[in-house]
């Protein structure tokens, strides 16, 4: 039988220890210092206000003083010169925003240091609702957390992910799902990508491989255009 391997462990400052090891022996334990980011799983959250506009300036105070929190934000592409979104990431300006400005998620865990965090700059206090419960439990926290991710979604993308979204808490039926997300001729649907992105068009056409053919605009002066898939389009009402 072959020996085991063995290796020369490097010391910090860069030279050769004495000591060798050999694979799968246990060579002691190093202990975690500092305080843990999060702690535990957290069982509700408050919301913290803070000042409009100061989200991302008041979470990195908290990470400066390990202290946990969850500001939503949602990032889009806008094109350069302009508002209007842009067709691709890569061809627009990235925007960032919070998703609720002046709101920030607080665990249960950190209420204990809400001295501490009221002492930070731009921070106001803890939002009531009077009689109404004033925090999230965990399934309403991770309802918020799907929402925001479909909300940093491409736009073709957020109608399904948002009625797949619904049906998965019980808000609307497998029935209605199929209504919401079905391509049918005749349909209204918005072009989320090409010359005519943003305009509303009709399905006109739908090939065996999926591709639609819209009218884009009304009657005798619209445009048609042939070979979108589901990806550049948006379904609407």
């Not at 020369?8 to 860069?14: I, T, W």
């Not at 736009?155 to 049918?184: C, D, H, N």
């Given at each position: 039988m072959a020996a085991a391997p063995?290796?020369?462990?490097?010391?910090?400052?860069?030279g050769r220890m004495n000591m060798q090891y050999r694979k799968g022996q246990i060579v002691g334990y190093v202990e975690a210092g500092g305080r843990l980011a999060v702690p535990a799983m957290p069982e509700s959250w408050r919301v913290l206000q803070v000042m409009p506009g100061r989200d991302a300036k008041v979470i990195k105070a908290f990470g400066e003083r390990c202290i946990s929190g969850w500001s939503p934000t949602v990032v889009h592409f806008v094109q350069r010169g302009g508002?209007?979104?842009?067709?691709?990431?890569?061809?627009?300006?990235?925007?960032?925003?919070?998703?609720?400005?002046?709101?920030?998620?607080?665990?249960?865990?950190?209420?204990?240091?809400?001295?501490?965090?009221?002492?930070?700059?731009?921070?106001?206090?803890?939002?009531?609702?009077?009689?109404?419960?004033?925090?999230?439990?965990?399934?309403?926290?991770?309802?918020?957390?799907?929402?925001?991710?479909?909300?940093?979604?491409?736009?073709?993308?957020?109608?399904?992910?948002?009625?797949?979204?619904?049906?998965?808490?019980?808000?609307?039926?497998?029935?209605?799902?199929?209504?919401?997300?079905?391509?049918?001729?005749?349909?209204?649907?918005?072009?989320?990508?090409g010359l005519f992105s943003g305009f509303r068009a009709l399905i006109e056409r739908i090939d065996s491989k999926g591709r639609l053919s819209v009218l884009v605009g009304d009657g005798k002066h619209g445009v048609k255009v042939s070979g979108l898939t589901e990806a550049q389009i948006e379904l609407i009402d």
């Open positions: 063995r290796w020369d462990v490097a010391s910090r400052r860069g508002g209007q979104p842009a067709r691709r990431p890569h061809l627009g300006r990235r925007i960032e925003k919070p998703f609720l400005p002046g709101l920030i998620f607080l665990p249960d865990f950190e209420l204990a240091r809400l001295a501490e965090i009221r002492s930070i700059p731009d921070v106001d206090n803890l939002l009531e609702f009077g009689e109404l419960r004033s925090w999230l439990n965990a399934t309403e926290m991770q309802l918020l957390r799907d929402i925001v991710k479909i909300e940093n979604m491409l736009p073709s993308r957020r109608r399904w992910a948002l009625a797949q979204l619904f049906l998965r808490y019980g808000f609307i039926s497998v029935a209605e799902v199929k209504e919401e997300t079905e391509m049918r001729v005749g349909r209204q649907i918005r072009v989320a990508d």
